[in-house]
Nanobody, 124 residues
Framework: QVQLSESGGGSVQAGGSLKLSCAYS???????MGWFRQAPGKTREGVAG??????HTNYAESVEGRFTISRDKNTMYLQMDSLEPEDSGVYYC????????????????????WGQGTQVTVSS
């Protein structure tokens, strides 16, 4: 059974940093994992993806240069720097994303497994 569990969310002022973790277990056929987020009243959106074999990463334009996705054994991370109020929302890790060329799809519909989410609040 596949399980994903996020941690590390919290409240921070604009310009601050947070690091999210996603511990995962189980067997799933995937070459891609990623992070998504959902703000109140908005649809879920992709933030970053990582190819599990090789480590190629890709990012949404809104977080490029500020967020860094990484992975180590059975944990995936999202380092978030220079946070902005617009980054607030519930962050989810996901597995078995669709692979698109050398990158991972950031379309939420492409993911097969989800964590329960962790809240990130950035105040101005």
């Amino acid at each position: 059974q596949v399980q994903l569990s996020e941690s590390g969310g919290g409240s921070v002022q604009a310009g601050g940093s947070l690091k999210l973790s996603c511990a995962y277990s189980g067997n799933f056929l995937t070459s891609c994992m990623g992070w998504f987020r959902q703000a109140p009243g908005k649809t879920r959106e992709g933030v970053a993806g990582i190819v599990t074999m090789g480590g190629h990463t890709n990012y949404a334009e809104s977080v490029e240069g500020r967020f860094t996705i990484s992975r180590d054994k059975n944990t995936m991370y999202l380092q978030m720097d220079s946070l902005e109020p617009e980054d607030s929302g519930v962050y989810y890790c996901a597995a078995a994303l669709k692979r698109v060329g050398t990158s991972c799809s950031l379309d939420p519909a492409s993911a097969s497994y989800w964590g329960q989410g962790t809240q990130v609040t950035v105040s101005s």
